[in-house]
């Protein structure tokens, strides 16, 4: 195992577009809710508001992924996408709505990996992970539960099918460890926790501050730090998002000694942990 600084950025898909939602759950409702209680924290602005409610007309917002492909190959990150299969927790997108988004990430080179929705019943697990087949021509190497939703049970039901689970959130640069015959792969930073008015709450500067201390302590350490990104988070009408995601990309892209680790580089790193071959 070499040590190295670096991250691994990684993607949830829980949104392709706002379109999505219509008719089909009430997210859309929850996110005014949350979005006007930002606005009591004085976090977005009253006229911020007013624009999120008018891009609510606009069914095919939030879909960026023709900016993140740029952006990413800007600063040479080849990151990993975790797409679902089946719908979940204000995660509506159908498999139809989803294939072509993957297949055009795929295509560009990206990693692809599942978001499940079930971590318990080892039938659905082997359904999804099927599912994920059928759709990509592929089986998944890697998974994260959609809200993190992870037990003891999981890891047991997982381990056959998976190289590597990466479902665990630590605040601490905890390295990736092998369990059971996978690799799991702690993440260390997600843009909910940074910005939610449930979580830290951060204005942008704070996460600044918040993510640049951990960079500068992984790099001191040579470590790992692993980041998850909803990519619906790339949008002007979630400001502090997008601008500390184009704040990040521009401070790891810029900082050359820091390793832009594509998945494969982390599981040849940790091989000596983790079998390469599936069971
Ligand atoms: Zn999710």
Known sequence: MTKQYGVWITHDIDHIRMREHYF???????????????????????????????????????????EWIILEKKHGIRSTWFFAVNRGSSLSYTNEEIKPVAHKLKD??????????????????R??????????????????MHYLRISKKSFFELTDLYIYDSSLFVRHLEQPKKTLHMLEIPLHIMDTYLFSPFYNNFTLE???????????????????VVFDIHPHHLDKNFPRQREWILWLYDYIGKDKSCKKFEINDILENYAEQTPMVKK
């Open 24 to 66: 089909r759950d009430i997210f859309l409702f929850r996110l005014l809710g949350v979005s006007a209680i930002e606005v009591l924290k004085g976090r977005r602005s009253i006229w911020s508001l007013c624009k999120l409610k008018w891009s609510l007309f606009r069914p095919n917002t939030w879909d960026h992924f023709d």
């Open 108 to 125: 560009e080179g990206f990693d692809l990996g599942l978001h499940g929705q079930h971590h318990t019943g080892e039938k659905e697990i």
């Open 127 to 144: 359904r999804e992970y099927e599912l994920f087949h059928k759709i990509i021509g592929t089986h998944p190497e890697g998974i994260r």
């Open 206 to 224: 704070e996460a600044k501050k918040y993510t640049e201390k951990m960079l500068k302590e992984a790099k001191k350490k040579k470590r790992l």
